[in-house]
């Protein structure tokens, strides 16, 4: 009994367990599942041309379509200024990229709710989903930029030393697809009027993005303002890349990158804040 004692007189060690941060186990725990990431990547875009008769045409039939209704409305009947550009070339170099942001977005806000039988089932990083999303859309990116540099050369605009900085502008489109994408798939886990909502917020955002129009129609200080849209500097510098290297966009691409970067931040924030719910309530 005393043995007993003397070891009850012993000082025990304590396990305490803590949440890591948000922050801080967001992108390593990602990193060390990135098999999973790139498999949700190669499975949405397998679903997303599954039984199609064009496949992976509809990523190049989007914009190149698009291309011809805007040339006819707007290039002819409307007369919007190109910048002095062939308003074809104009037009497809702003709907190129737009169609890689509006589609990042769409699949990532939708994200959580197709992965619903997963979430109840098992744990994994749930920002792999909205991540794979915006990543897996960069397929088609690839392939409409193929079509851009075309059509580019076609009416003899040969892309030079400037279109090296082409990812830099698509970076900040990831950047703030991803963002926005990551806010809404949190949100659309608790209001499915997001799915209903998306489409017409996405026209409206089509329409304050310079894509049917020159951006130097907007001047000063409302130049500015109109920056904080980070697809107004992701849209000039493709241009500025690809075909009008007077276009003035430092200052444009630095409050775009800026803006995106606080998307990116609130959005990844408010779906990390989130996401410990999404699984009572999905």
Known sequence: MPAVDGALDEPVAVLRLEPRSRWSSGVPELWQRR?????????????????????????VLQ?????????????????????????????????????????AVSTSASSMV????????????????????VLGSLVDLGITMVVLFAVCIGYGYVPG???????????????????????LAALNVQYRDVRYVLPFLLQIWLLITPVAYPS????????????????????D????ALLDPTTPILA???????????L?????????????TFADVI
């Open 237 to 240: 510098g493709f241009r500025w």
């Open 63 to 103: 914009p190149l379509v698009s291309m011809v209704v805007f040339s006819v409305f707007f290039g002819r009947l409307a007369n919007v200024p190109s910048s002095g550009l062939p308003y074809p070339v104009f037009s497809l170099a702003a709907l190129v990229p737009w169609s890689y942001f509006s589609s």
């Open 252 to 262: 444009t691409s630095l409050v775009s990158a800026a803006s995106a970067l606080v």
């Open 161 to 183: 030393v400037r279109a090296l900085t082409l990812p830099l502008f698509v970076l900040v489109a990831v950047a703030a697809a991803f963002g926005i994408g990551s806010f």
């Open 264 to 276: 990116l931040i609130g959005g990844v924030g408010w779906f990390r804040r989130q996401e410990q």
């Open 114 to 133: 197709s992965n619903a039988n997963l979430i109840g089932k098992i744990y994994f990083p749930r920002l792999a989903a909205p991540v794979a999303s």
């Open 35 to 59: 098999e999973l990431v790139f498999f949700f990547i190669w499975r949405d875009i397998k679903v997303r041309y599954k039984q199609t008769a064009l496949g992976a045409a509809w990523a």
């Open 216 to 235: 130097s129609l907007v001047g000063e200080p409302w130049r500015t303002i109109y920056a904080l849209n980070p697809m107004v500097g992701v849209v």
